[in-house]
């Protein structure tokens, strides 16, 4: 399977993550500047930014919203107020 890649991080390899992982590590901040990646079955390590721009990114996910009702919203009403006892 080729869709698996390790992680070297100060001369130490993690892994194997699928893809998915490590773009996911990307979002959130995770890979540092001293990190490469190699993909399953090659010797060459890449920087990982370098990795990041000759990998496919996957699609976006397209979300379908209901259609819009134009419901009107109906107002509370209004608190009473209460008379004060003279």
Do not use: N
Not at 66 to 82: F, G, L, N, W, Y
């Amino acid at each position: 399977m080729k869709d698996l890649v390790y992680l070297s991080r100060s001369f130490v390899e993690f892994g194997p993550f699928a893809k998915k992982e490590i773009l996911d590590f990307q979002k959130r901040g995770l890979l540092s500047e001293t990190d490469y990646l190699r993909d399953e079955g090659s010797e060459t390590w890449l920087h990982y930014q370098e990795w990041l721009t000759i990998v496919p990114m996957p699609a976006p996910k397209l979300v379908k919203r209901p259609a819009s009702t134009k419901s009107v919203a109906k107002a509370a009403p209004a608190a009473k107020k209460s008379k004060k006892a003279a």
